[in-house]
């Protein structure tokens, strides 16, 4: 059985630093797309950032920017968000995502395998 489990979700006040970790499970993702979507109340769910197998791609929203930052360790089957200068805008639910291609995508859709989402909170 396929898990994606995230954490590190919480509380910050606006410009500060969380750092998201999704532990993956049941098989090996090694050549995975491994990406983070969030979704805001009220909102679609957005692409926030992905990353190639290899780690020699990634991929951005605008948004983030320059602020975000996704990495990966394939030995732990774990990929991370760090992310810094925080902003109220970015309180959502933040979901670890993997897609069962080398070639990284921005669309939801194209992602075969989901978390449960964690909280994270910015206040201003």
């Known amino acids: 059985q396929v898990q994606l489990v995230e954490s590190g979700g919480g509380l910050v006040q606006a410009g500060g630093s969380l750092r998201l970790s999704c532990a993956a499970s049941?098989?090996?993702?090694?050549?995975?797309?491994m990406g983070w979507f969030r979704q805001a109340p009220g909102k679609e769910r957005e692409f926030v950032a992905a990353?190639?197998?290899?780690?020699?791609?990634?991929y951005y929203a605008d948004s983030v920017k320059g602020r975000f930052t996704i990495s990966r360790d394939n030995a732990k089957n774990a990929v991370y968000l760090q992310m810094n200068s925080l902003k109220p805008v970015d309180t959502a639910v933040y979901y670890c995502?993997?897609?069962?291609?080398?070639?990284?995508?921005?669309?939801?859709?194209?992602?075969?395998?989901w978390g449960q989402g964690t909280q994270v909170t910015v206040s201003s």
């Open positions: 995502a993997a897609r069962r291609m080398y070639r990284g995508s921005i669309y939801s859709t194209e992602y075969d395998y």
């Open positions: 049941g098989r090996t993702f090694g050549s995975d797309t």
């Open positions: 990353i190639t197998w290899s780690g020699g791609n990634t």
